[in-house]
């Protein structure tokens, strides 16, 4: 393996590179390589450069120091020269090359694989074609602050452009197109230039607010022998997390304190496991309920302040608090006020709140604002509001809580909190004789669906990659969800597509560690790009997929016949447009085509619990699985 | 809140004495058919978009009053065009003959 030109050798180099991932400064062996250029052979109609290497295998140096584990694409001539590089050059490991069937279902893998594994994937497609495919998945990203690392291939000189395809392909400034909803990009125009905008690039996607950046590969760059001298790799060196101002967390802990019953709203709190402890930790101390979205794994379920564990996570009711303390919540002003129902001029609206009740927020979104898409959501009148990421800041709050506890204090707390365990427990238990009705119903209740994948998987380590809001939440209503892992919240810009590839990647993120992964998949949602399913096959990625299969896009037919009982008008027609029936689409007949273990369509309850184990030895056995199972609505 | 209590109660009043008895498999029909089991479930069970009905304690003319002036933001209004007194009496009657599900503790599923 050694280049007997190479002074240094490429295995040589490439150990200090993984050793160094976060603290490397390199001279590149093709920068080391350099020879003077051959003449090209003729009549083979291709020009061979056999001493020469092309940029692209700089490129692959480059990317090799960042510790990216996998990269997801569908192939493109536009990044030809990176891609066999990566496979011949890069030998294919770290990072590996996952062939994906669409683009959206490159960046929503990455999107899931991020959510269990905590760093980005890398995705690459065409500047043009390749990125109008990502879009809505990378602005699911954007909106679900989660870090993807794009590359897109580009012929910006017309000088190397060839034939139509590659015209139609070129781009003046390739992410243009997504600069609203990414963090950062730039479209380097010399190896040394990447070599830097790389680097940068993960520092940024990963620097809370975590987002999608973008970096613009040439093909020009790509394709062409190195010619530049000393070429070399800047170390990767991770920003500290951004964390609230002192005086203001201060002033949070006396709020906080001060209240009779505050409430901790947790939208995107935990980026590592850390955060769960944290949380843990202040609402322990301050003995106050914690409201969790469900945007990460914030908060065990099972914990005696988990908030009021009902269908309405989202949308908490938070009229008996004196003090709302929002991490990074999300659509906070709509939580707190009500609306008229349906969208009207002249809507109304009112606060839920307590009268002077304090809002405090801790966000890292403000750092990263954009006016074009209206992520942000409406303006909130908080009485304090801390510009920093939750998780860095919570270690600050804990201990100025505990600075300003007095015993007296703490008693009083204590009987709060004993309170709040009891309704909790309550409300458990009450949630168990809501999930008895309709419980042999056919289509299958999304209760009765929970309960038999949780009898099967409790005793298992476990990892739910799906949202489960359209499923009533019953799995976070009857499960106890307490490890980072065991949840990974929805699309962020509830861009639907997301839920199939998402899971295959965050499936591939959890095959490493052994763990069982679970997929309660929308019907809908698979119809997109069910391409992924074979993605999920070929690369051996072990996951349960359960079809909620309600035959329908069954949220757009609910606001069907809302708008058309506001206008009298007849609500069966609601499945014009939006039912998935005549012909039922058969989705263990499509698993099994892209060669997965499949069963179903599955309508009788009392079969589901066998087919369950039946699949459960399969993915065991490190396939993917689907079950169709027909089911009731929401 | 009182003012809600009060218009259940007139309107109760009023529905209960033009009411005939409910035709529940006709109720059936209705429920799915003006798409009520689209977020109450074809049984009624309720969900994240919409109220338990199955086993309603509500009387009918309270269940009727709801339908057709819910509160703010709830549900929308089922009037009469779109679902008539005796229509709304068969629904009533269908949400009535769900059968009573078996406590929790009698399901081994719901016992951990």
């Known amino acids: 393996m050694s280049d007997s030109k190479n002074p240094v050798g490429r295995r040589g180099f490439l150990k200090r590179a993984a050793a160094g991932g976060a603290g490397l400064a390199a001279t590149a062996p093709i920068a080391l390589a350099q020879q003077a250029a051959l003449k090209p052979e003729t009549g083979s109609g291709v020009d061979v450069t056999p001493n020469l290497r092309p940029g692209s295998d700089f490129m692959v140096d480059v990317f090799k120091t960042l510790g990216i584990e996998y990269i997801a694409a569908n192939p493109g001539s536009s990044f030809r020269g990176l891609q066999e590089s990566f496979i011949n050059y890069g030998k294919n490991t770290s990072p590996e090359w996952l062939t994906c069937c669409h683009e959206e279902s490159s960046v929503a893998m990455a999107h899931g694989y991020a959510k269990i594994e905590g760093k980005p994937m890398m995705i690459m497609a065409h500047g043009t074609v390749g990125l109008q495919h990502a879009s809505m998945a990378i602005y699911n990203a954007y909106c679900d602050r989660v870090p993807v690392y794009i590359v897109l291939g580009n012929i910006l000189d017309v000088n190397y452009r060839r034939g139509t395809a590659e015209w139609v392909h070129s781009v003046q400034d390739a992410a243009a197109m997504v600069r609203d909803y990414t963090k950062w990009d730039d479209t380097p125009v010399s190896l040394s230039h990447f070599a830097e905008s790389a680097v940068r690039a993960y520092n940024i996607s990963m620097t809370p607010p975590y987002e999608p950046v973008v970096l613009v590969a040439d093909g020009t760059l790509q394709e062409e022998p190195v010619t530049e001298k000393s070429l070399r790799i800047p170390k990767l060196v991770m920003s500290a997390p951004p964390q609230g101002d002192s005086g203001a967390v201060a002033e949070a802990a006396r709020l906080l304190l001060n209240a009779e019953n505050p409430v901790i709203v947790a939208g995107r709190v935990a980026r590592t496991p850390k955060g769960i402890e944290h949380l843990v930790e202040l609402a322990d101390v301050l003995q106050a309920r914690v409201q969790d979205q469900r945007m990460r794994m914030n908060f065990p379920s099972a914990h005696p302040l988990y908030g009021h564990p009902g269908a309405g996570i989202a949308t908490p009711n938070l009229s008996e608090h004196d003090a709302i303390l929002a991490l990074e919540a999300q659509d906070l002003w709509g939580i707190t006020h009500k609306m008229t129902g349906l969208n009207k001029f002249g809507m109304e609206s009112q606060p839920t709140t307590k009268p002077g009740a304090k809002v405090i927020t801790v966000s890292a979104i403000d750092l990263n604002h954009k006016s074009n898409y209206q992520d942000f959501g409406r303006y909130v009148e908080a009485d304090l509001a801390i510009t920093g990421d939750p998780e860095a800041t919570l270690p600050e709050l804990i201990e100025a809580v505990k600075k300003l506890l007095t015993p007296d204090r703490r008693r009083a707390l204590q009987e709060r909190g004993a309170k709040i365990a009891a309704e909790n427990q309550a409300g458990r238990m009450r949630n168990r004789e809501l999930a008895a009705i309709a419980w042999d119903a056919s289509p299958i209740s999304t209760a009765r669906l929970s309960a038999e994948l949780w009898a099967q998987i409790k005793n298992e380590d476990w990892s739910l990659v799906s949202n489960d809001r359209f499923v009533s939440s019953w799995p976070t209503r009857l499960w106890d969800f307490s490890k980072p892992y065991h949840y990974i919240g929805a699309q962020g810009g509830a861009g639907i597509g997301y839920q199939a590839p998402a899971a295959v990647g965050a499936a591939l993120a959890n095959k490493k560690h052994g763990r069982l992964t679970v997929n309660i998949q929308c019907d809908g949602d698979l119809n997109y790009a069910p391409g992924v399913l074979w993605t999920a096959a070929h690369h051996k990625i072990p996951m349960l997929n359960v079809m909620h299969n309600n035959r329908a896009y069954h949220e757009e037919r609910m606001y069907l016949a809302l708008l058309g009982a506001k206008y009298d008008r007849d609500l069966g027609r609601s499945d014009i447009g939006t039912a998935l029936n005549g012909p039922n689409i058969d989705y263990a007949s499509i698993a099994k085509g892209y060669g997965l273990y499949a069963e179903g369509p599955i309508t009788d309850p009392k079969d589901l619990g066998p087919a369950l184990k039946r699949a459960i030895e399969r993915v065991k056995a490190g396939e993917p699985a689907l079950l169709d199972v027909v089911t009731q609505p929401r | ?112």
């Open chain 2, 1 to 112: 809140m009182r003012k809600f209590i009060l218009l259940f109660v007139v309107a109760g009043i009023t529905a209960l004495a033009q009411t005939k008895a409910g035709d529940a498999a006709n109720g059936k029909r209705l429920f799915e058919k003006n798409a009520c089991y689209q977020c109450h479930g074809y049984w009624g069970q309720g969900g994240v978009a919409g109220a338990r009905l199955a086993q309603t304690k509500l009387p009918f003319v309270a269940f009727s009053a709801f339908v057709r002036n819910p509160p703010s933001g709830s549900m929308p209004p089922f009037r009469a065009k779109v679902m008539s007194d005796q229509e709304l009496a068969d629904v009533y009657a269908y949400i009535k003959s769900i059968p009573e599900p078996k406590p929790a503790k009698d399901i081994p599923l719901l016992n951990y």
